[in-house]
């Protein structure tokens, strides 16, 4: 990720606009009233929710949000059928996308996806054509302080499971397998440390940079109008956007 922290890179421009706060927050609900409708309130049986429970807390979610979520899924054995879909795309200049969407629509959120591939000169590919340019990793990130040896953080991190361990400008981040994240991240918690903020995300294996003002334009507007969609719940690519855009 060119130096870049993992976390922030895919993170950022969730928090880059309070108004959207809103929809982000409504769209983390949704994920968590099907993870529990589909897998039960007990978190520690239900990785879904366990993850989804951790991405709301990642953006801050309340916790009241989160507690009236789950029990709208307890409550809601009939009703609107959501599924989880990943598109593969293009974006300008040859950026690869995937799109993670939960819809009780497929046919309307797929409609909506093409639509804004093919409005900002990209393009909707079929499954599989950009997967295999990304890996699917789970990152956890803490934010450096006093209180935290390096390497005593290092070892802990590789002795309960995790895959790899990064030091970026301000952060430690951890990187475990999909399977492993939340058992990772659980027993970190449990050894003391705080602050943590965790997600299974899609890490693009290599960076593209883009050159050209109009092309930075479409990049962006293609971003925020899938950011836009209630239906979208994740947007992963492999654009090396530039540092100024990160730090806004």
Request: hydrophobic share 35%.
């Given at each position: 990720?060119?130096?870049?922290?993992?976390?922030?890179?895919?993170?950022?421009?969730?928090?880059?606009?309070?108004?959207?706060?809103?929809?982000?927050?409504?769209?983390?609900?949704?994920?968590?009233?099907?993870a529990?409708?589909?897998?039960?309130?007990?978190?520690?049986?239900?990785?879904?929710?366990?993850?989804?429970?951790?991405?709301?807390?990642?953006?801050?979610?309340?916790?009241?949000?989160?507690?009236?979520?789950?029990?709208?899924?307890l409550?809601?054995?009939?009703?609107?059928?959501f599924?989880?879909?990943?598109y593969?795309?293009?974006?300008?200049?040859?950026?690869?996308?995937?799109?993670?969407?939960?819809?009780?629509?497929?046919?309307?959120?797929?409609?909506?996806?093409?639509?804004?591939?093919?409005?900002?000169?990209?393009?909707l590919?079929?499954t599989?054509c950009?997967g295999?340019?990304?890996?699917?990793k789970g990152?956890?990130?803490?934010e450096?302080?006093?209180?935290?040896?390096?390497?005593?953080?290092?070892?802990?991190?590789?002795?309960?499971?995790?895959?790899?361990?990064?030091?970026?400008?301000?952060?430690?981040?951890?990187t475990t397998?999909?399977?492993?994240?939340?058992s990772?991240?659980?027993?970190?918690?449990?050894?003391?440390y705080?602050?943590?903020?965790?997600?299974?995300?899609?890490?693009?294996?290599?960076?593209?940079?883009v050159?050209?003002?109009?092309?930075?334009?479409?990049?962006?507007?293609?971003?925020?109008?899938l950011?836009?969609?209630?239906?979208?719940?994740e947007?992963?690519?492999?654009?090396?956007?530039?540092?100024?855009?990160?730090?806004?």
């Amino acid at each position: 990720m060119s130096g870049h922290s993992k976390w922030s890179n895919m993170k950022h421009r969730k928090g880059k606009q309070d108004a959207k706060k809103g929809k982000i927050f409504t769209k983390l609900a949704r994920a968590i009233t099907v993870a529990t409708r589909e897998g039960g309130a007990d978190a520690d049986y239900n990785s879904a929710l366990a993850t989804a429970i951790e991405k709301a807390k990642a953006e801050n979610m309340p916790n009241d949000n989160i507690d009236r979520a789950i029990k709208a899924g307890l409550g809601a054995a009939s009703g609107q059928n959501f599924e989880t879909i990943t598109y593969e795309g293009y974006g300008p200049c040859g950026t690869a996308f995937m799109v993670q969407c939960l819809t009780d629509n497929k046919n309307r959120t797929a409609a909506d996806v093409r639509h804004y591939f093919s409005k900002y000169n990209g393009n909707l590919g079929t499954t599989g054509c950009v997967g295999y340019l990304f890996d699917r990793k789970g990152i956890i990130s803490i934010e450096m302080n006093d209180n935290i040896d390096e390497e005593t953080i290092m070892m802990a991190a590789l002795d309960l499971g995790a895959e790899d361990f990064e030091v970026e400008e301000d952060t430690y981040e951890i990187t475990t397998s999909p399977e492993d994240f939340i058992s990772v991240l659980k027993d970190l918690k449990a050894a003391g440390y705080e602050n943590l903020k965790g997600d299974v995300m899609f890490i693009p294996q290599t960076t593209v940079k883009v050159e050209g003002e109009e092309n930075l334009k479409m990049l962006e507007k293609l971003i925020d109008a899938l950011e836009d969609n209630d239906d979208v719940q994740e947007i992963y690519h492999n654009w090396d956007e530039p540092e100024e855009e990160e730090e806004e």
